[in-house]
């Protein structure tokens, strides 16, 4: 993949060298409430979590989640990009950012870089969204990017709401 660059952001695929950002990352308590907890309490666990979620996407599936950088400061704050998951019908949308860097725009900036993407270098014709039931800020993100609500699904044992673009 080529980087995906934005007015303040690039997106990038994810290396072992960003344990210790993926570590931080999935361990914000956003993450763990809204996306749940991952078990990462170490770089060797960071590491496992990057070969196995996103270095495995991106050979077994040609996408995956992407790292966030800011470009005026270089520092990655977020992850954004798609998911495959055996459980649903396509690729469905995900994004989580270290809170100092919520309520920038990031995120729509980010999830419509990534859309545009999908849809003209993947040959998405339709992309999903899943959130926890009570994730107001996602939902209003997913609208904004033209994501409608479609069900309530059941997803490993968890009540989620299914959101279809496309």
Not at 17 to 30: Q, V
Not at 33 to 60: F, H, M
Not at 85 to 97: E, Q, T, V, Y
């Amino acid at each position: 993949m080529i980087p995906i660059v934005t007015e303040r952001l690039t997106l990038r695929e994810v290396t072992r060298d960003d344990a210790a950002f993926i570590l931080e990352l999935l361990n914000t308590p956003k993450f763990i409430k809204y996306i749940g907890d991952r078990g990462a309490r170490s770089i060797d666990d960071a590491l496992r979590y990057i070969d196995e979620r996103y270095l495995a996407s991106y050979r077994d599936n040609g996408y995956g989640l992407y790292g966030v950088g800011e470009n005026a400061s270089g520092k990655p704050i977020g992850a954004c990009g798609f998911v495959r998951r055996d459980a649903l019908p396509g690729p469905d949308i995900g994004f989580s950012f270290l809170p100092e860097f919520e309520g920038k725009g990031y995120g729509f900036e980010s999830a419509a870089a990534v859309m545009k993407y999908g849809r003209e270098v993947l040959g998405f014709d339709k992309v999903l969204a899943i959130t926890s039931l009570d994730n107001a800020a996602s939902e209003k993100l997913l609208t904004k990017l033209g994501f409608t609500f479609d069900e309530t699904i059941d997803l490993n044992g968890e009540s989620l709401k299914l959101f279809v673009n496309g």
